[in-house]
């Protein structure tokens, strides 16, 4: 079966195209780099030939407000007219936990209009709720500090390993389509601001963090259960201790 990766050069993206490929399907890494791209349409049209499910991992090169709007929207859009075209049977994306929660963040604003495009579209489709990655923990310190101090929200939230995340999107990609949204989410509860703290420290990084209830997290406060998966979510196996031994964890910079 053909299955084609958007942001298939990915953090999520790269480990999910490792995993359907050594099943024996035709897997198709697609992103800017490998000349697809679905802001601009560049590439779609070829690269979806012939597909019968496409997994949307693709994130904004920006996090500003407007940009990441008009990214996941025209992105959308592009993608979903070009799979109409191809006949794609079922179309998947990573979306966030909590995001229909929690519309004064830009991005998550963003992440729902992609939703919203998705679920107009016709084409059959599952879009896979996530949590955090463990991996994202430096870009939410990152968002948080100013000078040497990282301000964290203090509610909960319930990240995932990032190969977990993979285990999941390969194995919906070879399941039928729920036309809804499945959640995932990490093995434990953290109060944020306590494992960014235990992250930095690990790392060797000197900022100091302080929690707060009021603090931000990416332009919106949080309460215990905005970012916390429900009964029904998947669950990874990975705990925090052993991703940070034996993953190789990308350790700083922004990324969602
Ligand atoms: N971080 C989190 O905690 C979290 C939690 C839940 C859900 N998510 C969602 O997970 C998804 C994947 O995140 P990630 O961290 O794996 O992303 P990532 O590592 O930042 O990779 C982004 C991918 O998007 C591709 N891309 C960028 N612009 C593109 C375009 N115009 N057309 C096609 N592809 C494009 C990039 O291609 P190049 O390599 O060619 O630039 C790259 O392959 C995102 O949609 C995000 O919203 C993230």
Redesign the pocket.
Known sequence: MKIVI?????????KTVARLSVKGHDVLA?????G?????GEGLDMALAGAEVVI??????SFEDKAVLE?FET?GKNLLAAEKVAGVKHHI?????GAERLPRSGYLRA?MAQEKLIRESGIPYTIV?????F??LG?IAQSATVGDTASVSSAYFQ?IA?DD?ADVMADVALSQPINGVMEIGGPEPFRMNELVARFLQLANDPRKVIGHPHALYFGTALDDRSLVPGAGARIGSTSFEDWFDHAPPRRSGV??
């Open positions: 958007i942001g298939g050069t990915g953090l999520i993206g790269s697609a992103s800017p780099s490998g697809v791209n679905t802001f601009t949307d991992l693709a994130n904004s090169p990214f992105a994306a990573l979306s966030i936990v992440k709720h996530s949590t955090q990655f991996e994202f870009g990240p990032s995340v990324a969602a």
